[in-house]
């Protein structure tokens, strides 16, 4: 795993140092939604942030292509009762990725340093922490138990590419902008389950 983060590391930075034209920092709020589907479907919600650096080149006064390196972090608990609350359980759970984005960048100017622009393209996505707490309890009486999503469940696949776009706007140095990607690989490695995660964003950045 280590090896991975340090290939990717590497491949970014390589290719954010070829893409020097227009570096950048930025940070933003995601929305993801884990669905499971086997017998039945369910979804899970969580929210977090992500934040890396970037860097885009140019190829004409419209086109211009995109990479970076990004970590981002997820939460969200689940919960249930029944019997009136008499019986109750939760599920939180923490994620923590690695994301490098490769992404083709269309753009229009609108006015003297105002630009808008939309992007779309894969994103490889490699989740470093998954982490569960399961909570249960009867007549307040209960208890809690910790899983590693990666290392107690063999099924649940680390590796994911997003494919996703998004618009936004330019004004001076500072972008603003939103997207959605959605993971094409299934995270679950069983035959009889399919687990795909999608996500929404929303992020500002700032070209050096």
Do not use: W
């Not at 990004?70 to 599920?91: D, H, I, K, P, Q």
């Not at 992404?103 to 998954?130: E, M, R, Y």
């Not at 007549?139 to 063999?154: T, V």
């Not at 998004?166 to 004004?171: E, L, N, P, Y």
């Amino acid at each position: 795993m280590k090896k991975v983060i340090l290939t990717l590391a590497i491949v970014a930075a390589a290719a954010t140092s070829a893409f020097a034209q227009d570096l950048s920092i930025g940070a933003g709020y995601l929305n993801s939604t884990t669905t499971t589907v086997g017998s039945g479907s369910s979804a899970f919600g969580m929210n977090g942030f992500y934040g890396g650096v970037g860097a885009q080149k140019d190829l004409n006064d419209l086109l211009g292509i995109s990479t970076g390196l990004y970590y981002s972090y997820l939460t969200g608990t689940s919960s249930a009762s029944a019997l009136g609350g008499l019986v109750s359980g939760s599920n939180k759970m923490s994620e923590h990725y690695i994301n490098v984005p490769v992404q083709l960048n269309l753009g229009f100017d609108l006015a003297k340093g105002v630009k808008l622009f939309a992007f779309a393209g894969p994103t490889v996505n490699v989740g470093l922490i998954s982490k569960s707490v399961a909570t249960a309890s009867v007549a307040g009486h209960g208890g809690s138990s910790s899983i590693d999503n990666y290392a107690d469940n063999s099924n649940y696949g680390r590796f994911d590419v997003m494919l996703g776009g998004g618009a936004g706007i330019k004004v001076a140095n500072f972008k603003i902008f939103g997207g959605y990607n959605y993971g094409m690989l299934d995270r679950n490695k069983a035959t009889d389950v399919t687990v795909h995660r999608s996500e929404i964003v929303v992020g500002v950045s700032f070209c050096m």
